[in-house]
């Protein structure tokens, strides 16, 4: 659980039926804050109610392959008429870079050096 998004992995565990994610048993339990944080933030995305049920909206984005807040994002624009630019901002937040870095290692050093340099 250390190395995941917790509120993603939350959402999937609502998703196959798991109620009370208080008491799940996780392999590597998160701390109890993270927990709290995490389930507070999937009610604010509006993808659980205020007993914890998923709703319609968390179903939803429970099967995009996106982390909620991108997801819930993607499911507002359509309210707002703005699919296709969110859909470029989504896309653009799913990679880790999208810029080419030309030159191999004497190109890699040259960028550093001048980056040490700026500092």
Not at 23 to 51: C, G, H, N, R, V
């Amino acid at each position: 659980m250390c190395r995941s998004d917790l509120t993603s992995a939350l959402l999937r565990l609502k998703a196959l039926g798991i109620d009370n994610l208080l008491k799940f048993t996780f392999p590597t339990p998160p701390p109890a804050k993270s927990l709290l944080s995490s389930i507070e933030t999937l009610y604010a995305l509006q993808a659980i109610d205020k007993q914890g049920a998923l709703t319609p909206m968390g179903v939803v984005m429970s099967e995009l392959p996106l982390n909620p807040m991108c997801g819930r994002m993607l499911c507002a624009s359509a309210e707002y008429g703005c699919v296709d630019e969110i859909l470029s901002v989504v896309s653009m937040l799913q990679v880790d870079g999208v810029f080419l870095k030309t030159g191999g290692r004497d190109a890699a050093a040259a960028r550093i050096s001048k980056r040490n340099n700026f500092e």
